[in-house]
């Protein structure tokens, strides 16, 4: 079955990086896009950056130029790169893979991002 494994969250004061993977197992379909949302307390679950499978990559004006999704060569695992993190950051990340079919989609559990101000 399949199965999304996010980590790399943590506390980080702000002006800090963080790097969170995601790493999908089980996988039996054509990944369309590889996505991370995240959600903050009492706020609407929001996308922050997107890969398709052709590359290319989008990303929320909120964070555009300091966050950077990618995916590692040969594995379906993505990443998140972030840096001159704000506390308004702060939120649980979601891990997200669309599959061919606009049912085709899984999310992973979420992990903690904390940032200091």
């Known amino acids: 079955q399949v199965q999304l494994v996010e980590s790399g969250g943590g506390l980080v004061q702000a002006g800090g990086s963080l790097r969170l993977s995601c790493a999908a197992s089980g996988i039996t379909f054509s990944i369309n896009a590889m996505n991370w949302y995240r959600q903050a307390p009492g706020k609407q679950r929001e996308l922050v950056a997107t890969i398709t499978s052709g590359g290319s990559t989008n990303y929320a004006n909120s964070v555009k130029g300091r966050f950077t999704i990618s995916r590692e060569s040969g594995k379906n695992t993505m990443v998140l790169q972030m840096n001159s993190l704000k506390p308004e950051d702060t939120a649980v990340y979601y891990c997200?893979?669309?599959?061919?079919?606009?049912?085709?989609?899984?999310w992973g559990q979420g992990t903690q991002v904390t940032v200091s101000s």
């Open positions: 997200h893979l669309q599959g061919p079919s606009s049912w085709s989609y899984y």
